[in-house]
């Protein structure tokens, strides 16, 4: 096997770890949950089919999970996080999908 394909069996290997996440709504308040959880997320962005509508990084924390107060809620279709986990690997972005309400 070649170094690169080795390379990108670990990336797929942590892109899978990660893919686990839960988006919950409570009105104002976006809750996500994701793993592994000591991982750092540098960027919260909500989405609406593809495109990004709202910048929301001042509304969270960065603890896990992630609490989000936001002003309003706009439409949106998909949660987006830029992950840094802290074993070293490389870069990961997300997008989760969800169903949101207006609020």
Do not use: E, R
């Amino acid at each position: 096997m070649s170094k690169l394909s080795i390379s990108l069996a670990i990336i797929f290997c942590f892109a899978f770890v990660f893919a686990n996440a839960n988006v919950i709504q409570n009105g104002k308040q976006l809750v996500i949950s994701y793993n592994p959880a000591g991982s750092m997320v540098m960027q919260h962005q909500l989405k609406l089919n593809g495109g990004v509508q709202a910048w929301i990084n001042p509304y969270c924390n960065m603890a896990s999970p992630i609490v989000c107060n936001l002003p309003t809620v706009p439409p949106c279709d998909t949660v987006y996080l830029h992950v840094i986990p802290m074993l070293g690997g490389p870069n990961l972005y997300f997008n989760y999908p969800f169903n949101y309400t207006v609020a």
